[in-house]
């Protein structure tokens, strides 16, 4: 039997009762509860102190950055130096709101030198593989995390982080209703079968609508620019979970951990969130 403390194998049989789940392959009541208590705990931070938000950013990146570094080495045998993902990940995070982007990329390099220098005792062999896997996984995790930090610091922070969330969560409802419904013709079959064309067009029209709801009503922005950005954060949620499933397919992994119900791992809802939140700060920069 294949044991992976993080990931759990396609192939791995059965220890307990099998989960319920609908047609869109989720235990359907699980995830809504752990989707409801995590958006409650986002809101709660934002609204008490929008500073705290940072924290519930920097927890969440490093269980991700701790499953999918768990994963890689149980799954592939690829060795990233936790210690200095960990601690440099953190570094970048909270370095960002009083020094600025700058301060980010600088803890970026000296995390990839400390980690070059980790994995030297370890020996030559896949020394590139991974070196090569630390560098994806800083970059795909905590570089991204940083653009989140960001994104609450200004004065009207709030509202710009919750027209980020709600466009994702937008996308993520919409096309899973929509697939569900509707679904016939698969997206990307080798990839995500259960993703669907139709699922697209769902995220795609409820992420358009909450855009333009969002930008106009929280940020005073036009009603143009929030079809742009929800549209945008639809195509990067969507190439997040795209990307997330290659990874989890080429691992020979069903999800990256078990950590919430109806989910998977922590890494499993931050899929779509990463690339997302970089755009949205470079749009909301850009409009706002």
Request: aromatic residues 6%.
């Amino acid at each position: 039997m294949w044991a992976i403390r993080a990931g759990r194998r396609v192939d791995e049989p059965a220890v307990s009762e099998p989960e319920k789940v609908s047609r869109a392959g989720r235990n359907l009541p699980a995830a809504i509860v752990v989707g409801v208590l995590l958006g409650a705990g986002i809101l709660l931070s934002l609204l008490a102190v929008r500073h705290v938000f940072i924290g519930v950013v920097a927890v969440s990146l490093g269980v991700g950055m701790f499953e999918l570094a768990t994963a890689l080495r149980a799954a592939a045998g690829i060795r990233i130096p936790l210690i200095p993902v960990l601690v440099g990940g953190q570094a970048m995070m909270w370095l960002v709101w009083p020094f600025g982007l700058e301060a980010a990329v600088v803890a970026l390099a000296g995390t990839l030198l400390l980690s070059l220098l980790w994995r030297l005792p370890g020996g030559a062999e896949g020394y590139v593989r991974d070196v090569s896997a630390t560098a994806l996984a800083l970059g795909y995790v905590p570089l991204c995390g940083v653009f989140a930090v960001m994104l609450v610091l200004p004065a009207d922070g709030v509202a710009r982080v919750l027209a980020f969330l709600l466009g994702v969560v937008a996308s993520d409802v919409g096309g899973y209703a929509a697939g569900v419904l509707r679904g016939r013709h698969p997206m990307a079959p080798s990839i995500s079968p259960k993703k669907s064309w139709e699922g697209f067009a769902g995220s795609m029209t409820a992420g358009i609508v909450v855009g333009a709801l969002t930008i106009s009503l929280l940020l005073d922005g036009a009603v143009w620019q929030g079809v742009l950005f929800g549209a945008a954060l639809v195509l990067t949620a969507t190439l997040g979970d795209l990307v997330e499933s290659l990874i989890k397919r080429d691992l020979g992994i069903k999800d990256m951990g078990d950590l919430l119900p109806g989910h998977g791992g922590m890494m499993d809802r931050l899929d779509s969130l990463l690339p997302s939140v970089v755009v949205s700060w470079v749009l909301l920069t850009v409009f706002v």
